[in-house]
């Protein structure tokens, strides 16, 4: 059984724009690749057909993945955002404890993540430790790594 996930409004309207244009401008282009390789000739051994078809297979499961992904995900109201404490779909502010560095995450769905957009899933160590806590704590989070950070939660803001 698929499991539910979490997107903001905005990982929404990207998750439909893709499925939009795969299903309309991508789909056109394969079926006219798969129509020129036809008229090749003889499709039994027609590397241009087979690759076309391929092609065609892929963009119809990437189709198929993505929308059962908007399927199951349950949109994050934006008027429903508690910035009293970490969430998915809030903008939290965090400075490390050792370096002194300080960075901002948006904590989104796993759908949507994006760590160089500095999008953070729910579900990474990161997103996972962060949840629930509110601005002045201080939170450990044990990275991939094995080592562990220490992070002060300097603002919670709605994205």
Avoid: C, W
Avoid at 53 to 78: F, G, H
Avoid at 103 to 113: M, P
């Amino acid at each position: 059984m698929a499991r539910e996930s979490l997107i903001t409004k905005e990982g929404r309207e990207k998750l439909e724009a893709e499925i939009t244009h795969l299903s309309t401008v991508k789909r056109r282009e394969v079926a006219g690749r798969i129509k020129e390789a036809r008229e090749f000739g003889d499709i039994a051994e027609n590397s241009e057909y087979d690759d076309a078809k391929n092609d065609q297979a892929l963009l119809e499961q990437r189709i198929a993945q993505l929308e059962e992904r908007l399927r199951r995900a349950t949109v994050v109201d934006a008027s429903d955002i508690d910035t009293s404490k970490v969430g998915v779909g809030v903008l939290v502010h965090v400075k490390d404890q050792d370096s002194g560095d300080s960075r901002k995450f948006q904590i989104v769905g796993s759908a949507e993540a994006s760590p160089a957009e500095q999008k953070l899933s729910n579900e990474s160590p990161i997103g996972k430790a962060l949840l629930g806590h509110k601005r002045g704590d201080i939170v450990s989070v044990e990275t991939p790594r094995g080592a562990s950070k220490q992070l002060k939660i300097t603002k919670i803001e709605a994205a």
